[in-house]
């Protein structure tokens, strides 16, 4: 059943990842990836406790922008956090796609930050994007990144 509705989603704005630590993720996500940083804050109080739903925590915050995407960085202090990490197949996980022109390299070099492939990269059977290699890697704090390469993105080697 549809239903008519009065509102239009506009556009995306970003995609935000929970840190362990902040100088880490940033470490990671300008030095490692060449994400240029945009700004840095705090939030906390009834602000933040009504909007997350983390009553009584403090939040140091960053804002990176990569392939004119913006990622926010959060570091949540004051919160009780589960024994398990969540698992990038988890109900409710959700994780950002990169396009990259050489993921091999890409893997190479961000395994010096923490982040580790979950297997090997895998080309795409069929379909619009035939050929393409997708890999998910995951970072120290259970954050997911899928990397794809094109087939046209393939360097000479």
């Known amino acids: 059943?549809?239903?008519?509705?009065?509102?239009?989603?506009?556009?995306?704005d970003h995609v935000g990842f929970v840190v362990a630590s902040l100088d880490?993720?940033?470490?990671f996500w300008v030095d490692g990836l060449g994400a240029r940083l945009v700004r840095t804050g705090e939030?906390?109080?009834?602000?933040?406790?009504?909007?997350?739903g983390a009553h009584g925590a403090q939040v140091h915050m960053a804002i990176v922008s990569l392939a004119d995407q913006t990622i926010e960085l959060l570091e949540y202090q004051g919160v009780d956090r589960p024994s398990a990490p969540a698992k990038p197949f988890d109900p409710g996980f959700a994780h950002l796609a990169l396009v990259v022109d050489d993921i091999d390299e890409l893997l190479a070099r961000i395994a010096a930050y923490g982040w580790k492939a979950q297997g090997t990269p895998q080309p795409i059977a069929g379909g619009a994007?035939?050929?393409?290699r997708v890999i998910y890697v995951v970072g120290p704090d259970g954050a997911t990144?899928?990397?794809m390469q094109p087939p046209t993105a393939v360097r000479d080697r």
């Open 129 to 132: 994007r035939a050929g393409t």
């Open 1 to 12: 059943m549809t239903e008519h509705t009065t509102f239009q989603v506009q556009r995306a």
């Open 145 to 147: 990144i899928e990397f």
């Open 24 to 27: 880490e993720a940033l470490r």
């Open 43 to 52: 939030m906390g109080g009834e602000f933040l406790g009504q909007v997350t």
